[in-house]
């Protein structure tokens, strides 16, 4: 059964500084990897999606990589700002029938201070 | 550029009660689930769907029910509402694997609490 872990639970940063978020998971047959925000009493954003085959994906100041066949990925976050604030996602897809749903971690929650 | 819509987005039951959560999608995607999110606990797979008529129990079905009659909706019925369901729930849609992108949508959630 696939498990994804999220360390750490919570990270508190000052404005500014670079970040890394991490995410494992046990079974390396993944179809995707997708990282979510979420903010307070809201849905989920879909952030960034990596496919099995690819080894990293950009959007503006994130950056996320993956790792298959040790089971990890990371979110990398440039020049933090307050708006930063939230709790992130991780979730992985396997191949098909039940195993092709989203398995989710429990998050890491991140507040960047001015 | 609707995306995912979920009608509640809060809803207080009583104990015993009914009550259907609504889904809908307008990006043609076959694949629509239902979570539930609850402190601490990350987000539980109730049931999901693969295309219309078909549906299939996730993690945590105990206590609910679904339909999927057409690809856009995909209602979540909970029946003789319990305290244990106190939640949020979330529903997502996504295109099949075989698509190639299968980035998943999410709908804003529905808070309910039974008491």
């Known amino acids: 059964k696939q498990e994804v872990t999220q360390i750490p639970a919570a990270l508190s940063v000052p404005e500014g500084e670079n970040l890394v978020l991490n995410c494992s998971f046990t079974d390396s047959a993944i179809y995707n990897l997708q990282w979510f925000r979420q903010d307070p009493g809201k849905g989920l954003t879909s952030l960034l999606l990596i496919q099995s085959s690819q080894r990293e994906q950009t959007s503006g100041r994130l950056n996320a990589s993956l790792d298959k066949s040790s089971g990890r990925s990371t979110l990398y976050i440039a020049a933090s700002q307050p708006g930063d604030s939230a709790t992130y996602l991780c979730?992985?897809?396997?191949?098909?029938?039940?195993?092709?749903?989203?398995?989710f971690g429990k998050g890491t929650k991140l507040s960047v201070k001015p | 550029n609707a995306g995912v819509t979920q009608t509640p987005k809060f809803r207080i039951l009583k104990i015993g009660q009914s009550m259907t959560l609504q889904c809908t999608q307008d990006m043609n995607h076959n694949y629509m689930y239902w979570y539930r999110q609850d402190p601490g606990m990350g987000l539980k797979l109730i049931y999901y769907?693969?295309?219309?008529?078909?549906?299939d129990k996730g993690e945590v079905p105990n206590g609910y029910n679904v339909s999927r009659s057409t690809t856009e909706d995909f209602p979540l019925r909970l029946e003789l509402a319990a305290p244990s369901q106190t939640s949020v729930y979330f529903c997502?849609?996504?295109?099949?694997?075989?698509?190639?992108?299968?980035?998943?949508?999410f709908g804003q959630g529905t808070r309910l609490t039974v008491v």
């Open positions: 979730a992985v897809r396997g191949y098909g029938g039940s195993q092709g749903n989203l398995i």
């Open positions: 997502a849609s996504s295109l099949r694997i075989t698509s190639g992108n299968t980035e998943a949508f």
């Open positions: 769907s693969v295309g219309a008529g078909i549906t």
